[in-house]
């Protein structure tokens, strides 16, 4: 089993920043892609940024130039740094993971998810 645990959510005021970590834990062999969605309220869950192992990031348009993702491989933790916040930003962000496990196959896993609220 994995288990893949957020941190670093809150409430930040409009233009702040704020920056998210994510540590995947458990069976793990290797990880292919990790990335971060968000949900808001009465929305569906939407793709924020990723990265694949030893690939280019890929951001979301509403985010590109505000947040910047990156990973570290030997600690299997992956980041979201968010600048110049908005109050549509406003969301429970999740990390994901795509893993190869003990299982020996791929699976994607998320995490609980934490709150990220843009409020003046």
Same mark, same amino acid.
């Given at each position: ?5 957020? @941190?670093? =959510?809150?409430?930040? !005021?409009?233009? =702040? ?12 062999? @290797? ?7 968000? !949900?808001?309220?009465?929305? !569906? ?46 969301a429970v962000y999740y990390c994901y993971a795509q893993v190869f496990g003990g299982v ?7 995490? !609980? ?8």
């Open positions: 089993q994995v288990q893949l645990a957020e @941190s670093g =959510g809150g409430l930040v !005021q409009p233009g =702040g920043s704020l920056r998210l970590s994510c540590a995947a834990s458990g069976d793990i062999v @290797s990880i292919n892609d990790m990335a971060w969605y968000r !949900q808001a309220p009465g929305k !569906q869950r939407e793709f924020v940024a990723g990265t694949l192992s030893g690939g280019a990031p890929r951001y979301a348009d509403s985010v590109k130039g505000r947040f910047t993702i990156s990973r570290d491989n030997a600690k299997n933790m992956v980041y979201l740094q968010m600048n110049s916040l908005k109050p549509e930003d406003t020996l196959a791929w699976r994607d896993y998320f995490g !609980q998810g934490t709150q990220v609220t843009v409020s003046s």
